[in-house]
């Protein structure tokens, strides 16, 4: 992978991660039960905030891949698979920069027959 490639990829994953990480500063998740008297604006609520939390885990969830990516940029090991060694694609890449698997070992990982690290 060519160092103007890395770049763009790592400056990708940086501008990625500074969203995610405001979005997530800027939930909130608070309810304050003196506001809504009512209980069914009560219950949406609680939906609402159910909702966002779900999200922000999955938001989490996607900056620990990113800052992942980023350790694999700075230790020459970024575009390889992690379970079979062999380059991710760079199409998957572009799509996915922080794509930890090759397609074949994601589809063993997404059915269960490969365990994530």
Do not use: F
Not at 3 to 29: G, H, Q, S, T, V
Not at 59 to 71: M, P
Not at 109 to 115: I, M, R, S, T
């Amino acid at each position: 992978m060519s160092e103007l490639n890395l770049k763009e990829i790592k400056d990708r994953l940086i501008a990625e991660r500074e969203n995610l990480l405001k979005k997530l500063k800027d939930n909130d998740l608070s309810i304050d039960d003196a506001e809504t008297p009512d209980p069914v604006d009560l219950a949406v609520r609680n939906y609402s905030k159910n909702v966002m939390l779900a999200v922000s885990e999955n938001d989490s969830r996607q900056i620990i891949l990113i800052n992942e990516a980023l350790a694999r940029i700075e230790d020459e090991e970024y575009g390889t698979c992690q379970n079979c060694e062999k380059e991710i694609n760079l199409k998957r890449l572009d799509a996915i920069p922080w794509a930890r698997y090759c397609l074949n070992c994601q589809e063993l990982v997404e059915k269960g027959l490969l365990e994530e690290d």
